[in-house]
């Protein structure tokens, strides 16, 4: 992290006390009581960031990145400080938006930024004991220490940056290929219904839903779905999906694939990323099944056919096949393990909870904490599938 190029977002002032108008003086007179204070980090309410105190050595190391730089020259302003401390450090203020990191496609911050130090073309930091020879248990272990070293302690922050881990990083290239609903649409070889060349009768989009003031709710925002009518496989009460997680520029030809697919393959529905943003997701496509035989023999009929992807993987999902960074299998909990209908969405709040207790317990083995307590949750943290009895009923994710 530490030989990348940084710099201060633009947007930020640092203001040393001395300088601060009377009506600054007693807008920010909480934060200035503090000791050691030397200047104020803010930028314009309209940009939503909250003001910072600043002590003379960190004041100076963000006024020197002002301009790009990469880090390894300034890190004897951090005197004794170890470069784990100042990865953390770095990590808030990427986190917070105050620091940017360079990429191929510009500067970025928050979540993108993270996920960009750990671009497909680097090695994945992962903890010692992972397993190596799959790559989806990878990236979920090192979305796991992340979220466990971050300076975060609010659940809600740490289940953030566990969920949206492995996201692409949004840049200027991405904002002009994919500007608005309309190109995604032509992106993925849709018309402005979500019909596509030769859709059979069986499949129908899912017209989007509205509130009172006439906008997209919140699932529509962002994304696009279709129901199937199954032709086969039993039904349960389950929802068994399949994620198709191709890179960006794959997504076209991988959902093109999928397509070709799906009429006879028993799902019940599809969904899609509407938006320029969801294609970055890592879950940007999902196929819905009730069993989970017919999840999985779709699951591992599509993997034959996208050999030729990349592939970008989605964290805390259960893989087909080891190193299969395209296709893994989610199973959403049913009511009474959670109102959230959602496999990740479940997954990343319960492991926020039993980080937060691992944090407040002060736990001797952590991670040993966290498991334990999500086999509780009914997760198998090893190999990201329940762990329950009462939720899987009566399947096995290695059903052949």
């Known amino acids: 992290m530490l030989d990348k190029t940084f710099r201060l977002n633009p947007v930020f002032s640092i203001t040393p006390i001395e300088e601060l108008t009377e009506e600054q003086r007693r807008n920010f007179r909480r934060i200035l009581s503090g000791k050691g204070i030397y200047s104020l980090l803010h930028a314009p309410r309209e940009a939503n960031f909250t003001v910072k105190a600043l002590n003379r050595p960190l004041s100076d190391f963000l006024e020197d990145l002002r301009e790009p730089t990469v880090l390894t020259d300034l890190l004897e302003k951090f005197g004794e400080e170890s470069d784990k401390d100042v990865q953390q450090l770095i990590t808030r203020f990427l986190l917070d938006g105050v620091l940017e990191v360079r990429t191929r496609g510009g500067f970025v911050s928050g979540i993108e930024a993270l996920n960009s130090l750990l671009s497909l073309s680097e090695p994945v930091p992962v903890p010692a004991d992972a ?91 962002v994304w696009r779905s279709w129901t199937i009518s199954p032709k086969r496989g039993k039904k349960n009460e389950l929802g068994y999906k399949v994620y198709v997680s191709a890179l960006p520029d794959e997504t076209p030809e991988v959902f093109k694939i999928v397509r070709e697919h799906i009429a006879d393959a028993g799902a019940s529905s599809m969904k899609i990323g509407r938006v320029g943003s969801a294609m970055l997701r890592c879950d940007k ?116």
């Open 131 to 221: 397993d190596d020879s799959n790559y989806i248990r990878r990236i979920s272990s090192a979305a796991l220490d992340i979220a466990m070293k971050s300076t975060y302690k609010h659940t809600r922050d740490i289940a953030w940056i566990l969920y949206n881990f492995n996201r692409m990083p949004m840049n200027r290239a991405r904002r002009r290929q994919l500007p608005d609903e309309e190109a995604v649409l032509d992106f993925l070889g849709l018309d402005g219904d979500g019909c596509w060349t030769g859709m059979p009768d069986t499949i129908r989009p899912v017209p989007p839903e509205t509130d009172e003031d006439g906008n997209f709710t919140p699932f529509f925002q």
């Open 285 to 400: 496509l999902l196929v819905y099944f009730k069993s989970i035989e017919t999840a999985m023999e779709f699951g591992r009929e599509i993997a034959k056919l996208t050999t030729a992807f990349h592939g970008q993987g989605v964290p805390f999902t259960y893989p087909l096949e080891p190193e299969n960074r395209l296709i893994s299998i989610g199973v959403d909990p049913p009511g009474k393990f959670s109102i959230v209908n959602s496999w990740r969405r479940y997954v990343t709040d319960k492991l926020a909870v039993a980080i937060q207790g691992a944090h407040r317990e002060r736990a001797q083995d952590p991670l040993g904490y966290i498991r334990t307590n999500m086999r509780l949750f009914g997760v198998d943290i090893d190999e990201w599938r329940p762990a329950s009895r009462d939720w899987t009923m009566e399947f096995d994710l290695d059903t052949e």
